[in-house]
């Protein structure tokens, strides 16, 4: 459980934002557009080529006990992900629920992904995703000191007003679902593009027939691509990986950019 003070922490962050800078989103201004994959399981290579057949780049997140292993991508396969655009991310090494260990143990989950990604891949990961969306203040001032960005799921259902977004609280949206259904998914993303949010998907495994708990079917999956592109290319969605979207925010902000992979 968050203590007041955090709380109050936070929403004098969002306070400041919303005080400190002109609107960025207002009527035909384009909403952000990130796709999250989670894990880096074997499936994810689906996602990542249906999304890539679209035009669309988006952020993995690699869990190292995963990636890298027999039933995970290969860092082979991370390597050509990276090389088309796509960004890098830790989802730590052992994907546990992090409010249950201890500092030592929290901190190893921060640092070790880092470490075997900037290894593997030559990038030091800046984007973080909390295993079941499960954290307490402790657990987000940890990763506060290693990355720049944390995805959760809940608060704003994966559509991030531009105005407030806190960089380590940003919202995901998760499709992935054996009752998924993308006309759903594709006209709240069509919402999110009008109100010119950020919005954040999230998936884990992309499966070509009997989907499973944490599963899309690849053709639901690939619906909303197609959806999402059309979005794109009208000009009411911009691409971006997690920090790449947070780049543009900060720029419209006119405030410094940060490095974005």
């Excluded at 962050?13 to 005080?19: E, G, H, I, S």
């Excluded at 640092?111 to 969306?133: D, H, L, N, Q, R």
Aim: charged letters at 20%.
């Amino acid at each position: 459980m968050l203590k007041p003070n955090f709380v109050k922490r936070v929403a004098q962050f969002c306070a400041m934002a919303v005080l400190s800078i002109p609107p960025v989103a207002h009527a035909g201004t384009p909403g952000i557009f990130s796709l999250t994959i989670d894990d880096a399981s074997v499936n994810a290579w689906n996602g990542y080529v249906i999304a890539r057949n679209h035009g669309i780049n988006g952020t993995i997140l690699v869990t190292t006990s995963i990636g890298g292993k027999e039933t995970g991508l290969s860092w082979d396969q991370l390597r050509t992900i990276h090389g088309a655009g796509w960004e890098i991310g830790a989802h730590t090494h052992i994907h546990t629920d992090l409010t249950t260990q201890n500092r030592m143990s929290v901190e190893l989950e921060m640092e070790y992904p880092k470490y075997k990604i900037k290894e593997e891949i030559g990038v030091t990961p800046v984007s973080f995703a909390t295993p079941f969306s499960r954290f307490n203040e402790k657990v987000l001032d940890e990763i506060g000191k290693h990355y720049q960005f944390n995805l959760v799921q809940g608060f704003a259902g994966g559509m991030n007003d531009l105005a407030s977004v806190y960089p380590l609280l940003i919202s995901r949206y998760d499709i992935g679902s054996p009752t998924t259904n993308a006309t759903e998914v594709c006209n709240k993303i069509a919402e999110g593009a009008r109100k010119g949010q950020w919005v954040v998907l999230l998936v884990h495994e992309i499966v070509a027939a009997s989907p499973t708990k944490y599963q899309i079917d690849a053709t639901v999956y690939e619906d909303i691509m197609r959806c999402t592109k059309k979005l794109i290319d009208e000009g009411t969605l911009v691409p971006a990986t997690v920090s790449g979207g947070y780049t543009i925010i900060q720029t419209s902000r006119g405030a410094a950019n940060v490095p974005a992979q």
